[in-house]
C-alpha cells in the first residue's frame, strides 16, 4: 500500500514536470504548431464588406472585358445574358418579384450591395475552380454582371471606389438594426448574478405540462 502511493506520488510529479516543460516551450499554446505568417493570413483574409466595400484591393475591369471572360468561364452554366442555364442560377432578372409568391431574388432584384458581387465571384466562381482569376477579371466580371443588371452603363469600371457607390436596387429595403434586447445587452463576463438574489418562482412540476404516458399522441393525455 505504502509502495503503491508512493509510486503514484512520483507519476504525478513527472506528470506535472511534463506539463509545465510543454507551456515553457510555447507559451499560451499547447506546445506545437507555429504562428501563422503575414502572408498565410492574408492568403485567408479575403472578406469584403458590402457596405462600403472594406478590403477590395487594387485592380480594375471593364464591363467588356467582363464579357469576354464571362463567355469563356461563366455563360455555360449562368446563361450567355445571366438568364440562367436549366437549374444553375439566374443572375439578372426577378425585379418586382420579391412580394410575389414566386419570388425570383438575382444579383439585379435583391443584392443590396455590389462590392458583395465581387466577393462571391471572389472566392466561389466559376464553382468548378475558384480562386482562379485575377482581381482584375473579377472586377470586370462584376462590372458585366452589373450592366446585365441595367445597374450600371457600358462604360462603366468597376474597382475599389467605383463599386460601393453603385446604387442596388434593394438596398434600402433590408433591416439593419435588430430590435431584439438581447442583441444590445452589455454582455456580463463575470459576477453577473448575486445567487443570494435568485428566486425560482414558478417550475413545470405539477402543472400538466409533461404527459405521464407515451406513445400515439391521443393517448398522451394526462389523465
Ligand atoms: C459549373 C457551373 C457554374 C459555373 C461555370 C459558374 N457558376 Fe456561378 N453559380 C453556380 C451555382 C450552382 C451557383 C449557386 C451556388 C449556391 O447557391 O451555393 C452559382 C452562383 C453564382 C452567383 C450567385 C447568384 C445568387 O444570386 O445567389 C454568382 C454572382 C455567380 N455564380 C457568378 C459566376 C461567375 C461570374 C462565373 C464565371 C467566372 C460563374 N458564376 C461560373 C454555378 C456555376
Not at 158 to 171: C, E
Request: with cysteine; aromatic share 8%; glycine share 10%.
Amino acid at each position: 500500500m505504502f509502495s503503491s502511493r508512493k509510486i503514484s506520488l512520483a507519476a504525478c510529479a513527472l506528470l506535472v514536470a511534463a506539463g509545465s516543460l510543454a507551456r515553457a516551450a510555447e507559451p499560451g499554446s499547447f506546445g506545437y504548431g507555429k504562428p501563422a505568417t503575414p502572408a498565410q493570413i492574408a492568403g485567408w483574409d479575403i472578406d469584403v464588406r458590402g457596405e462600403d466595400g472594406a478590403g477590395l484591393p487594387a485592380g480594375k475591369g471593364t464591363v467588356d472585358r467582363g464579357a469576354e471572360v464571362y463567355a469563356e468561364q461563366c455563360a455555360a452554366c449562368h446563361g450567355t445574358f445571366g438568364e440562367g442555364e436549366g437549374r444553375f442560377p439566374k443572375l439578372v432578372g426577378g425585379v418586382g418579384s420579391l412580394r410575389d409568391e414566386r419570388p425570383e431574388p438575382t444579383v439585379g432584384s435583391y443584392w443590396p450591395f455590389a462590392p458583395t458581387l465581387w466577393d462571391y465571384i471572389n472566392r466561389a466562381m466559376p464553382m468548378p475552380t475558384p480562386h482562379t482569376l485575377s482581381s482584375d477579371d473579377v472586377y470586370a466580371l462584376t462590372a458585366y454582371i452589373l450592366h446585365l443588371n441595367d445597374l450600371v452603363p457600358p462604360e462603366f469600371v468597376a474597382d475599389r471606389n467605383s463599386l460601393p457607390k453603385v446604387k442596388m436596387r434593394n438596398r434600402d429595403s433590408f433591416i439593419w438594426t435588430d430590435p431584439r434586447p438581447d442583441t444590445t445587452a452589455k454582455p456580463c463576463m463575470n459576477a453577473c448574478v448575486n445567487a443570494a438574489d435568485v428566486r425560482i418562482s414558478s417550475t413545470a412540476e405539477g402543472r400538466n405540462l409533461t404527459p405521464r404516458t407515451t406513445g400515439p399522441l391521443d393517448t398522451m393525455q394526462p389523465k
